[in-house]
């Protein structure tokens, strides 16, 4: 019978290394070791738990049953491990050391440039650690210990997470000139019946929440996908075939050339709410809770009253 002597958290980070990348060579690259170093790491922790972790040959490698369950054990361990030296750095200086923080694409480019020199000055032993993702990878990536906190919508794939609200999002119709939505100053739903939209690509949740909309309210969406933004912008601005809707966050910059049509919804205007979000448990929840109260104080166009 295996004691807890017998095995390492360095062998556990190399298994879900090879986990990851289905590769003992990547997997190598990506823990700064010696392929033969983990290789014999693996080999040896295998030996110990008396199963065989992973099936190999020339072209692949693959997880075996028993695998897959002591990996997904092993990402459990590496983030308890993880949080054990955060809280040792709470208590130490709780604005000190890493921070990993991961924001959406429908946030970064638009809050970034701001906010991050701000944060920067308010903690300034605080090491951030940027990275921006869809929410689905973030969100996984926050459960697996990957991530300390993220900026992201409040959607239901979010799951179980502890949050602070940062800001309420408006949606505006961004419409090509000429359309008769310039004649407009705000947009009821129903002025959008029948309208060819074009929307995001799937995996962004601005998505979902934008296609929802367009579904209640009649609005059809045009056989194209963007992944971006940006994309979305220039189409509708070249007058590809449709409107779009925009986050307002994202006005200033997708706009900045004045060529779009832009109106708001009349109330209810739909929205997003923008949150940091973080695990359960998480240990530095005190220096997350500091950072979202600088967040929305330095939040581009923010009018929020929400509390922590």
Known sequence: ??????????QLEYLVAVADV?????????CHV??????????????????????????????TPAGEELVARARKVLTEAGDILSAASRLADPFAGPLNLGVIPTIAPYVLPEVIPAL????????????EDKTEVLVKDLEEGRLDA???????????VEHAVISEDPFVVAAPPGHPLEKKKQVRFQDLDE???????????????????CTRIGAREVDFRATSLTTLAQMVMSGAGGITLLPALSVPIEN??????????????PSRTLA??????YARTDTLRALAGTLRSVWPGNKTTAKR
Do not use: T
């Not at 289905?22 to 990506?30: D, K, Q, T, V």
């Not at 993220?150 to 179980?160: F, R, S």
């Not at 939209?197 to 949740?205: A, I, K, Q, S, Y």
């Not at 049509?261 to 109330?267: I, N, T």
């Open 195 to 213: 309208e060819n939209v074009l929307l995001l690509e799937d995996g962004h949740c601005f998505r979902g929440q934008a296609l929802a909309l």
């Open 256 to 269: 900045r050339l004045g060529k779009l049509v832009v109106r708001p919804f009349s109330d209810p205007s």
């Open 22 to 30: 289905l590769g003992f060579r990547r997997a190598a690259e990506r």
């Open 150 to 160: 993220a900026l992201l919508a409040l959607v239901p794939e979010v799951g179980e």
């Open 34 to 63: 010696s392929q033969p170093a983990l290789s014999a790491q693996i080999q040896q922790l295998e030996d110990v738990l008396g199963v065989k972790l992973f099936e190999r040959d020339k072209r692949r490698v693959m997880l």
């Open 120 to 131: 920067v000055k308010q903690y300034p032993r605080l090491q951030l650690r940027l990275r």
């Open 1 to 10: 019978m295996p004691s807890l002597n017998d095995i390492s958290l360095r």
């Open 276 to 281: 940091l979000v973080w695990r359960p448990g």
